[in-house]
């Protein structure tokens, strides 16, 4: 394995492609339909462009997919016709935060155009250090992504099944980004209701933990836009389980909510964030009924 091509180097994928390139890999990415923002992160990253997705295919030894929910299936298909130009036998994973069913399909496109595909999912933040993040992948090509392992990625292999990694992203993030959402929507109310300080208060008393995880919510509002459909896509996981999809519905609400608001149009490149003060008070005053 000697090239990477990353779809696409933003927020997680310049990172990635940052230390995949640090420790010996030549990174790529095709940039001609990405943002000025994204653009920048993979020059900084040291992210070769390449002039074309048949470029990208046939230079690359393995692709990663690292985009928004909503993206996933448009850019399987651009590399599917891309493996059909070129008749070019590549290693695809995806690396997106959706539904077991969304992979699968997911997964036809690429190996019908005559690629080898890997279910993956990305649990942590962008990997700057050892031991914070980890490529789950699955799949019976994963073992072929888990050599990744050699340059700097923690890629643990869980089974031949495709669907199974995308499954333990779907619940994982359904805990942690729903409790954030969870939060964020009884904030809002208590400082809504005027009663915020009062039940900081008891928080501190009974629930520490809690009191402590709140006070970062406000690195979250840049976020919530892409969260809305990864909460969807973990909704209709719910949905073909058998369990209700209406929690994870209501937390792509909240974050739809949150996304509309100026608190949203900041990046992490941003020298400061609100505090939580100043956060819940703008949602406040988002709020339809005010």
């Known amino acids: 394995m ?9 927020d997680m994928g310049h990172t990635v492609g940052e230390r995949l390139k640090a420790h010996g890999l030549r990174v790529i990415a095709h940039l001609a339909d990405r943002s000025a923002r994204t ?6 990253a040291g992210i070769e462009e390449v002039d074309s997705y048949d470029s990208l295919v046939e230079m690359a030894d393995v692709v990663l997919c690292i985009l928004v929910p909503a993206e996933a299936g448009a850019a399987a298909l651009t590399v599917a016709k891309a493996l059909r130009r070129t008749g070019t036998d590549l290693l695809y994973a995806d690396c997106n935060a959706v539904a077991p069913q969304t992979t699968i399909k997911i997964g036809r496109t690429i190996t019908e155009a005559g690629g080898r595909f890997v279910d993956a999912s990305i649990i942590g933040p962008p990997p700057r250090r050892e031991g914070a993040t980890r ?6 090509h994963a073992g072929k992504l888990a050599k990744l392992e050699d340059y700097g990625l923690d890629v643990p292999v869980i089974s031949d099944n495709i669907g199974d990694a995308s499954a333990i992203k779907m619940c994982y993030a359904g805990m942690t980004k729903g409790l954030t959402a969870l939060c964020t929507n009884l904030l809002v109310a208590a400082e809504a209701l005027g009663i915020r300080d009062a039940l900081f208060d008891e928080w501190g ?7 402590k995880r709140v006070q970062g919510l406000p690195s979250m509002p840049p976020k919530s836009r892409r969260w809305v459909g990864e909460m969807e896509e973990i909704a209709a996981t719910m949905a073909a389980v058998g369990m209700s999809p209406k929690f994870h519905e209501g937390a792509a609400d909240i974050y739809r909510f949150v996304g509309a608001s100026a608190l949203a149009d900041r990046t992490p490149e941003d020298p400061e964030e609100p505090s939580l003060e100043e956060m819940l008070k703008l949602l406040v005053g988002s709020l339809p009924t005010r």
């Open 2 to 10: 000697k090239t990477v091509g990353i779809l696409s180097p933003g």
């Open 39 to 44: 653009r920048g992160l993979a020059e900084k």
């Open 135 to 140: 490529f789950y992948a699955s799949g019976v």
């Open 205 to 211: 008393l009974s629930q520490e933990a809690m009191l």
